[in-house]
């Protein structure tokens, strides 16, 4: 599975952007699909997952309230997109693939990786 993430630029704090990742696999709606990030210096997080068939997300607290995760599987894409934006929200952001959707905040779980996408909010 190869995993492409897109939209990522400059923004100011207070601004919005919408990340795209495609994905080349046929049965894309088998895949939990998830966000992650990491700062420089800093560890990769979780910021959010969605299930094989969409419907319920899950968010890390950070980001809870101003960023939405959503998929079209008609299109083999997952979007991530965020309002509000902060400073301390600038961050290499990758896509990833599960075959399963179980400790979905954990990157181990994730079995295929996007190349990254930069998002940096200016204060």
């Known amino acids: 599975v190869q995993l492409q993430a897109f939209g990522g630029g400059l923004v100011q704090a207070g601004g919005s952007l919408r990340l795209s990742c495609v994905a080349s696999?046929?049965?894309?709606?088998?895949?939990?699909m998830g966000w992650f990030r990491q700062a420089p210096g800093k560890e990769r997080e979780f910021v959010a997952a969605?299930?094989?068939?969409?419907?319920?997300?899950e968010y890390s607290d950070s980001v809870k309230g101003r960023f939405t995760i959503s998929r079209d599987n008609a299109k083999n894409t997952v979007y991530l997109q965020m309002n509000s934006l902060k400073p301390e929200d600038t961050a290499l952001y990758y896509c990833?693939?599960?075959?399963?959707?179980?400790?979905?905040?954990?990157?181990?779980?994730?079995?295929?990786w996007g190349q990254g996408t930069l998002v940096t909010v200016s204060s």
């Open positions: 990833a693939a599960a075959r399963r959707f179980s400790i979905w905040y954990s990157p181990l779980e994730y079995n295929y």
């Open positions: 696999e046929r049965t894309f709606n088998n895949l939990a």
């Open positions: 969605v299930r094989r068939t969409g419907g319920t997300a």
